[in-house]
């Protein structure tokens, strides 16, 4: 079993649904980040979390530490929004070391 | 914010060969990391780059097929050796900027096809 799992692996919506994606972990963590990843390759951070809420614009990232779980949303999606979606744990607070989520792949269709 | 380049972009090479990829970071940064991901897999850590000492690499990397340089605080270079078709992949460079909230910043890959 991954340390960090992703769900749904794939996820179609219609715009300006709103959208939830979620990541569980297994191991205990000092911080959580969310990150996008475009079919050209580029990856770009998104938040990152240690506890509680950020927003950013549309976006919403939540994480429950107790219950291992965090959840990015975006509201009123947009097929720019199409990427694949990343959650990456970081492991403890002496180690830069990320682990990795499978990712989700996000399509959002005009 | 940091800004990652990385050359190049994309290559085709041949099995047996070897192919070296550069990134280089618009600030300094003490902490480079090289990461790979293959087709259709999330990323995993092939090695954390220091300057001014060795790289230190994840299980089931050796310095031997991906040796790396880190000759300065903005700059490092990946080494693919003896290639094999499993060595397709995105080799991705990433660095950490701690004063903004330990904010990850991704270069934007090189896409490599080993024939």
């Known amino acids: 079993k991954n340390e960090v799992e992703q769900s749904p692996q794939n996820l179609t919506a219609q715009e300006g649904e709103f959208i939830t994606i979620n990541c569980s972990y297994s191991?205990?963590?000092?911080?959580l980040h969310w990150l996008q990843q475009h079919p050209g390759g580029g990856i770009v951070s998104l938040f990152m979390?240690?506890?509680g809420k950020k927003k950013h614009g549309r976006l919403i990232a939540t994480i429950n530490i107790q219950e291992k779980h965090s959840s990015l949303h975006i509201t009123a999606s947009h097929p720019r929004d199409s990427a694949v979606y990343i959650c990456?744990?970081?492991?403890?607070?002496?180690?830069?070391?990320?682990?990795f989520g499978t990712g989700t792949r996000l399509q959002v269709f005009p | 914010s940091a800004v990652i380049s990385q050359k190049p972009s994309r290559d085709i090479c041949q099995r047996g060969t070897s192919l070296t990829i550069q990134c280089q970071v618009d600030?300094?940064?003490?902490?480079m990391f090289w990461y790979r991901q293959q087709p259709g897999q999330s990323l995993t850590l092939i090695a954390t780059?220091?300057?001014?000492?060795?790289?230190?690499?994840e299980s089931g990397f050796v310095i031997d097929k991906f040796p790396i340089s880190r000759p300065n605080l903005t700059f490092s270079t990946l080494t693919v050796s003896n290639m094999s078709p499993e060595d397709s992949s995105i080799y991705l460079c990433?660095?950490?900027?701690?004063?903004?909230?330990?904010?990850?910043?991704f270069g934007p890959g090189t896409r490599l096809l080993v024939l």
């Open positions: 979390l240690s506890s």
């Open positions: 600030s300094q940064v003490t902490m």
């Open positions: 990433s660095v950490e900027d701690r004063s903004t909230g330990e904010t990850q910043y």
């Open positions: 780059a220091n300057q001014g000492s060795e790289a230190t690499y």
């Open positions: 191991v205990g963590i000092s911080a």
């Open positions: 990456a744990v970081r492991r403890g607070y002496n180690t830069d070391k990320l682990i």
